[in-house]
C-alpha cells in the first residue's frame, strides 16, 4: 500500500495560502478549541472580526509540487463578531483567556483528511480590500511510523504575548511588554486566546514550515 503521506504531497497544490495583506490591528483574528484532533473529531474556531462578515480557507501544508500547500476546505461566508475586547486576566497568574468568546464555526475533521498541519486562512469580506490572518492546528493519525513529527505549540504558546490590545505582556518572558508593564511578564499562559506572532499561526511559518515544506 502507497504511503499516504507521499501520495498527498503529490497532489496539486496552490500558493493561495499566502497572506498578502494581513490584519496587524485586530481587524481579524482567532483561535481553535484543540491545537490538534484525529478524523472524526471536532475542532470549535473562535473568531472576532471588526468587519461584518469573513471566509476561512483551510489548507494543507506539505511540497504539492512547490506551491506549499493545498486548499482542503472553504467556508465563504460568516457573520463577524468583535470579540476583541471580550477575555479574562486572571490576579494569581496574570493569565489571558478568552473562554467568553461566542464559537463562529465548528468542523468534523473528514476521515479522508491525511495527517498533517493545516493552515487556516481568515478573510475578512466582502468589501476589499480583504484583511487576512491565520490559525493553525494539526491532524493527528493512528497508523504506526517509522518517523514522528512533534509540533511544539507548547513553546510557541509560552512565547505568545496576546493579550488583546492591554500591553500587559502575555506570555512567560519579560521582552513583550510596553509601555509601564515594560519588563514584566505572566507566570501562566492560556490556549484560549489568538497567536500574537506568526500572523496568526504562532512560530509555525518561521521554525516548522520550512523543514515541512521539504518533508
Known amino acids: 500500500m502507497p504511503n499516504q503521506i507521499i501520495v498527498e504531497n503529490w497532489q496539486g497544490g496552490t500558493s493561495d495560502w499566502r497572506i498578502s495583506n494581513p490584519s496587524l490591528a485586530g481587524e481579524i483574528e482567532g483561535f481553535l478549541s484543540m491545537t490538534s484532533a484525529l478524523p472524526g473529531e471536532t475542532i470549535n474556531f473562535f473568531v ?36 476583541s475586547s471580550v477575555h479574562t486576566i486572571d490576579d494569581t497568574f496574570g493569565t489571558v483567556n478568552c473562554t467568553n468568546w461566542k464559537q463562529s ?87 484560549n486566546r489568538p497567536y500574537a506572532d506568526g500572523l496568526g499561526a504562532g512560530n509555525f511559518l518561521n521554525w516548522e514550515y520550512p523543514m515541512l515544506f521539504l518533508a
Open 105 to 191: 464555526y465548528s468542523l468534523q475533521i473528514p476521515d479522508d483528511w491525511v495527517s498533517g498541519i493545516y493552515l487556516v486562512k481568515l478573510s475578512t469580506g466582502p468589501d476589499a480590500p480583504s484583511l487576512e490572518r491565520h490559525m493553525v492546528f494539526v491532524v493527528k493519525s493512528n497508523n504506526s511510523s517509522d518517523l514522528l513529527w512533534v509540533s511544539p505549540t507548547n513553546t510557541y504558546q509560552a512565547y505568545n504575548g496576546w493579550d488583546g490590545g492591554l500591553g500587559l505582556g502575555a506570555s512567560l518572558y519579560d521582552n513583550f511588554a510596553t509601555g509601564s508593564n515594560a519588563g514584566k511578564h505572566v507566570n501562566a499562559v492560556s490556549f
Open 48 to 83: 472576532s472580526t471588526k468587519m461584518q462578515s469573513f471566509s476561512i480557507q483551510i489548507f494543507r501544508m506539505g511540497w504539492y509540487g512547490g506551491a506549499g500547500g493545498r486548499l482542503m476546505k472553504t467556508v465563504p461566508m460568516l457573520w463577524g463578531i468583535d470579540q
